[in-house]
T-cell receptor, first 113, second 113 residues
Framework: AQTVTQSQPEMSVQEAETVTLSCTYD???????LFWYKQPPSRQMILVIR??????QNATENRFSVNFQKAAKSFSLKISDSQLGDAAMYFCAFRAWGQKVTFGTGTKLQVIP | NAGVTQTPKFQVLKTGQSMTLQCAQDMNHEYMSWYRQDPGMGLRLIHY???????DQGEVPNGYNVSRSTTEDFPLRLLSAAPSQTSVYFC????????????FGPGTRLTVT
């Protein structure tokens, strides 16, 4: 069974600064996807970014990028130029073919003006 | 498209009562799932389905039943509500491939007294 671990229950960042959220996972699969989802106070879950395990290049979406280290089974999310609207819970998730989606316990990000 | 809809948004039950949380999607997604979200515990998978007529248990299935008679609908039944089932419940759907984005409903806040 896959496990996803987010070891930082809470993080804070100054507005306009950069923050990195950590995620590690455990799997015996070789082909899979990793995701970061954002849950703002509205509770609506939104996909932030995804990474395919076979792609060596780290995914990037505007101010959001990942550092994917397959051998270390690490998948961190970097948020650059943090904005007040980035304040939210962030969940890391894993999915391999034919398997259910596994989520981590989440990191609550606070953005300080 | 309405996306993923959940009803009701809020519900209060007495211990021992039963009820059904409704979930529907109009995106023709094969994969549907139910999660509960509790503080500090992230999203825990209750049940999931990879297609009509197929369901499977997640991490925390006890006290809940599901069925999937159509592609669109995936109701979650609480058989005999307990205070430990007080939580926020999310339904999600996606295409049944590992890289597919999960689309979440707005959630149901359930309180069992």
């Amino acid at each position: 069974a896959q496990t996803v671990t987010q070891s930082q229950p809470e993080m804070s960042v100054q507005e306009a600064e950069t923050v990195t959220l950590s995620c590690t996972y455990d799997t015996s699969e070789s082909d899979y996807y990793l995701f970061w989802y954002k849950q703002p106070p509205s509770r609506q879950m939104i996909l932030v970014i995804r990474q395919e395990a076979y792609k060596q290049q780290n995914a990037t979406e505007n101010r959001f990028s990942v550092n994917f280290q397959k051998a270390a089974k690490s998948f961190s999310l970097k948020i650059s130029d943090s904005q007040l609207g980035d304040a939210a819970m962030y969940f890391c998730a894993f999915r391999a073919w034919g398997q259910k989606v596994t989520f981590g316990t989440g990191t609550k990000l606070q953005v300080i003006p | 498209n309405a996306g993923v809809t959940q009803t009701p948004k809020f519900q209060v039950l007495k211990t021992g009562q039963s009820m059904t949380l409704q979930c529907a999607q109009d995106m023709n997604h094969e994969y549907m799932s139910w999660y509960r979200q509790d503080p500090g515990m992230g999203l825990r998978l209750i049940h999931y389905s990879v297609g009509a007529g197929i369901t499977d248990q997640g991490e925390v299935p006890n006290g809940y039943n599901v069925s999937r008679s159509t592609t669109e609908d995936f109701p979650l039944r609480l058989l005999s509500a307990a205070p430990s089932q007080t939580s926020v419940y999310f339904c999600a759907s996606s295409a049944n491939r590992e890289g597919a984005e999960q689309y979440f409903g707005p959630g149901t806040r359930l309180t069992v007294t």
